[in-house]
């Protein structure tokens, strides 16, 4: 359990994994796979497959638990009672046996994860499924500024689930933040709409999926509609993952790690077994053929080197970016967690324009500035503006100053 102190490492930790997640992602999907010297070449388009190596990323925390235990087996002695010597009965062994043979704090605290019950953590797994599975089907209709735009719905969601399921309270000038949060993602998206880059067009150009404007016969307004509403539904799942995660690891002792590596099984299995069906029912037709339920093009694509070299590093960095998400849950709040995950979009752009993947624009200046200084609001680094949204009182649902376990 992450103490007060620790939540500001973790929030580091958790940008620096989100950052480096987004960014090994957006790489993989700009690799052509086939017909790269041709005149339409094919990238790789394979959200199915990614959902699947995200999970197995996750699934990786289990080895870093085996090797956590290995070496505390290893570095632990025996004690002199364990190797045969007999103990002077004195004041200070009675103490501490008597520490020793007390019962642990969370064995009659009641746990919602405890024993088979922990089968509940498939739920956010499979919002999770949902949630990315939406996205990344949007992403392939809209345009990456309408995408953020539509993403940046997010903390909303999860504010209002939070306060409708967890029985949360959250004062005025965090509702304002969050709005503050919103409008500062769209901006950002907006000044991406108004100047998009010419690289990104010429890139999207070459990929089949995006290019074919007559793709099942929608017009250019109806795929922008139909993208907003799968990426805004997308949210909704995202929003109750992290609601449910909250009030999981609120009502139980299992640590953020364990609750990650449960999360990859659960979502493994579940992507696994829709993979394996609807190759058989779309993959091998004419029409899904080289699609990204065609489960033998999805293979032959990953394993290739510069594919396969970003799908590792994309499993290391969504594990870590995961564990420290969720002991930001633990030790702070599921819509603090979320706010503090939008800032991701800054440093993915500080980052870009380094590479050359993006353009400046001074719009996008505003808006982050917007949403940096909406984010810090709400999680009470800066005071509100006005005095009138100001309070006395710390804010317990932000940084609660004992670990949730021993409130």
Request: charged fraction near 15%; glycine fraction near 8%; charge should be negative.
């Amino acid at each position: 359990m992450a103490s007060r102190a620790a939540v500001p490492f973790l929030v580091t930790m958790m940008l620096v994994t989100g950052v480096c997640n987004t960014l090994l992602t957006k790489y993989q999907d700009n690799q052509c796979v086939r017909d790269c010297h041709g005149k339409r070449p094919q990238l790789f388009e394979q959200p199915v497959l990614q959902t699947a190596q995200m999970f197995v990323g996750e699934m990786g925390c289990w080895l870093v638990i085996a090797l956590m235990a290995a070496y505390r087996r290893i570095v632990s002695r025996p004690s002199p009672e364990e190797r045969g010597y007999e103990t002077v009965n004195t004041t200070e062994n009675a103490e501490h046996e008597e520490h020793r043979n007390r019962p642990k704090p969370d064995g009659d605290c009641p746990s919602v994860l405890r024993g088979f019950r922990v089968v509940l953590l498939a739920l956010p797994a499979i919002c999770d499924i949902c949630g990315t599975t939406l996205m990344n089907a949007g992403l392939l209709l809209v345009a990456a500024s309408i995408y953020q735009m539509t993403r940046g719905a997010l903390v909303l969601f999860v504010g209002l689930f939070s306060v409708m399921f967890l029985r949360r309270h959250l004062h005025l000038f965090q509702w304002l933040s969050l709005v503050g949060v919103v409008l500062g993602v769209a901006v950002v998206g907006l000044a991406g709409a108004i100047w998009p880059d010419e690289k990104q067009i010429s890139q999207n150009g070459g990929s089949s999926l995006v290019d074919d404007g007559s793709s099942g016969g929608l017009s250019d307004a109806a795929r922008a509609v139909i993208g907003v509403l799968l990426i805004a539904g997308a949210q909704i799942f995202t929003a109750t993952q992290f609601v449910l995660e909250e009030w999981m690891l609120e009502n139980s002792t299992i640590a953020p790690i364990k609750v990650v590596g449960w999360e990859g099984i659960f979502g493994f299995s579940v992507t696994l077994l829709v993979m394996v069906v609807m190759h058989f029912l779309v993959g091998r037709t004419e029409a899904g053929r080289y699609g990204p339920f065609d489960m033998a093009e999805g293979i032959r694509q990953i394993s290739q080197p510069k594919i396969w070299t970003s799908s590792v590093l994309i499993m290391i960095s969504i594990g870590g970016f995961n564990f420290f998400g969720l002991s930001v849950t633990r030790s702070v709040s599921a819509t603090s967690r979320s706010t503090i995950d939008t800032c991701r979009t800054l440093f993915i752009w500080i980052v870009s324009l380094g590479l050359g993947w993006e353009s400046f624009k001074l719009l996008q200046i505003v808006g982050f500035a917007l949403l940096v200084y909406s984010t810090f609001v709400f999680n009470g680094i800066v005071q509100p503006p006005l005095e009138s949204l100001r309070i006395n009182e710390e804010v317990e649902e932000l940084l609660p100053e004992e670990p949730i376990e021993h409130q």
